[in-house]
């Protein structure tokens, strides 16, 4: 059913604080309405929707399917006694409404995820597998290079309960899982495979956003973007590492109201048909990094969204 994650709406108190941030970040700011929607660099699709409000909160997620998927997400909708309201934001875009198990609300469209257009990063050379002949990886020019990220490839929400959001998602939105930890973390990908996670929860006394994260070229842009950061007093919050959930290089960075953004790339990729795929039901610390430069501070996993 659901196949796509398409962008993010977020309240924030500032809206310019926000902007000077994502900017920075590597994402494309412009207004819409009332709103300031971000994109990524030659990707016409919205990411982020950031919306004036008096506090930082995880407004909604925007999620993709096709024609039967919405048939049937409205058909498992129903079946589990959830209404489909009216638009509860004032957003330029159609689709349905409706609010998960602990009520944060949620958008699903007919819609692809949209391409980059970007031209795609140098070739790697493996041991065994030297793809890259006579043509150089890293020049002159490179010293000049930045973060520019190509897609918001997925978000992390906090949830009161893990098992409960599990089989919401799962069940009645067609989500699968590849691996999780006990009931404190689990990661869920697309009803026709791809990214490892699209969506993924973690345990809080409350709902809220962990992080959003943003495929980039490579591992140079992962830290030339958080190096960008922080030289301008934002806050690395963990990495550069490599997470196993999901197999992909990361580093996070704390945003203006204590969530976190992320840097990724090299994630695992899980056809639709499974291919054997056994998701792996672990501890968090198993889950959570191969490497990293330093460990986990103690706030990485906390929960700074106020509730309602």
Not at 69 to 78: D, F, I, P, T, W
Not at 211 to 216: A, I, Q
Request: hydrophobic letters at 40%; glycine letters at 8%; charged letters at 25%.
């Amino acid at each position: 059913m659901i196949h796509s994650l398409l962008h993010v709406g977020m309240t924030v108190p500032d809206l310019e604080i926000g902007r000077a941030f994502y900017e920075l970040f590597g994402l494309e700011a412009r207004a819409c309405g009332n709103d300031l929607v971000l994109r990524c660099p030659e990707r016409a699709q919205d990411q982020i929707r950031l919306i004036q409000g008096p506090k930082k909160r995880l407004s909604y997620v925007s999620l993709g399917t096709d024609e039967a998927g919405m048939q049937a997400v409205k058909s498992q909708l129903e079946r589990a006694g959830v209404v489909i309201v009216a638009a509860p934001f004032r957003v330029p875009f159609g689709g349905i409404w409706f609010q998960d198990p602990h009520g944060d609300w949620l958008n699903v469209q007919i819609e692809e995820a949209a391409p980059s257009l970007m031209a795609a990063p140098p070739e790697l050379n493996v041991p065994g597998r030297y793809r890259r002949i006579g043509t150089r990886a890293c020049d002159i020019e490179s010293m000049q290079k930045r973060a520019r990220p190509r897609r918001l490839g997925h978000l992390i929400k906090f949830s009161p309960d893990v098992d409960r959001s599990v089989d919401f998602y799962m069940q009645v939105l067609g989500l699968r899982m590849s691996d999780r930890a006990q009931d404190i973390l689990a990661f869920l990908r697309g009803a026709k495979g791809g990214d490892h996670h699209l969506l993924a929860f973690a345990k809080s006394t409350h709902t809220g956003l962990h992080h959003l994260s943003f495929e980039v070229g490579d591992f140079d842009e992962i830290e030339i973007g958080a190096q960008t950061m922080v030289r301008a007093g934002y806050k690395s919050a963990f990495g550069p590492g490599r997470h196993v959930g999901g197999s992909n290089y990361f580093h996070y960075i704390r945003d203006p109201w204590n969530s976190l953004v992320e840097y990724f790339w090299d994630i695992d990729i899980i056809p639709e048909d499974d291919s054997g795929w056994v998701p792996l039901n672990v501890t968090p610390d198993e889950l959570t990094a191969v490497w990293a430069s330093e460990p986990p501070p103690p706030e990485f996993p906390m929960n700074f969204e106020l509730p309602d």
